[in-house]
């Protein structure tokens, strides 16, 4: 099955700084990557997704990269604010949405204010 | 996107009881899954809720443990049968509308078992 890595697992920033997660897949087969934000007591929520056919995705403060070849995806989260404060996932999948999403283990994010 | 709501939103259990959690969303869907996510852990899939036929179980996970039903295209329940104080969880239902692009999560049930 599919195994995802993700790293780190905590990341402080100052506002307005930037910051980035990566994540590693096993399986090439996938091609649907999406990236949720957990704040804490919520739900996970999709801020952005990215499939293998594309290299990049931006949505104003927020951009996902993959690299196929490498078997790695990454967000990338520019001017950070303290409500970007939260735990972020990436997942794989190969097919959107109708199929089982492998999610990796996380990251806390800290912006200090 | 659809509006997901689950039920109860919190538990207190005893162990050897069963809880079954009811997951509603106000249009229909095409898939429904169930997930599990442990005191700051991340998100495993318990199975998807198959409409009108049995549950596909994800390794790890058994029927008899947390049966699943789906009646129609816009409710399910999960069962946690016989709990234990390692069930202590939350339990999202997620689903994946239209042509199944995205999963989207329901509020979770935080379940905790003495």
């Known amino acids: 099955g599919e195994n995802v890595e993700q790293h780190p697992s905590t990341l402080s920033v100052q506002e307005g700084d930037s910051a980035v997660i990566k994540c590693t897949y096993s399986?090439?087969?996938?091609?649907?990557f999406p990236w949720y934000k957990q704040e804490l007591g919520k739900r996970p929520q999709l801020i952005i997704d990215?499939?293998?056919?594309?290299g990049e995705k931006k949505d104003q403060r927020i951009a996902v990269t993959l690299n196929k070849t490498a078997k790695h995806f990454s967000l990338h989260i520019t001017e950070t604010q303290p409500e970007d404060s939260a735990v972020y996932f990436c997942?794989?999948?190969?097919?959107?949405?109708?199929?089982?999403?492998?999610f990796g283990t996380g990251t806390r994010l800290t912006v200090i204010p | 996107s659809a509006v997901i709501s689950q039920k109860p939103s919190r538990d207190i259990c005893q162990r050897g009881t069963s809880l079954t959690i009811q997951c509603q969303v106000d249009?229909?869907?095409?898939?429904m899954f169930w997930y599990r996510q442990q005191p700051g852990q991340s998100l495993t899939l318990i199975a998807t809720a198959n409409q009108g036929s049995e549950a596909t179980y994800e390794s790890g996970f058994v029927i008899d443990k947390f049966p699943i039903s789906r009646p129609n295209l816009t409710f399910s329940t999960l069962t946690v049968s016989n709990m234990s104080p390692e069930d202590s969880s939350i339990y999202l239902c997620?689903?994946?509308?239209?042509?199944?692009?995205?999963?989207?999560f329901g509020p979770g049930t935080r379940l905790l078992v003495l």
């Open positions: 399986d090439s087969a996938s091609n649907y």
């Open positions: 997942a794989a999948s190969r097919q959107a949405g109708a199929n089982n999403l492998f």
């Open positions: 249009s229909q869907v095409t898939m």
């Open positions: 997620s689903v994946a509308t239209g042509t199944g692009e995205t999963q989207y």
């Open positions: 990215i499939r293998s056919n594309v």
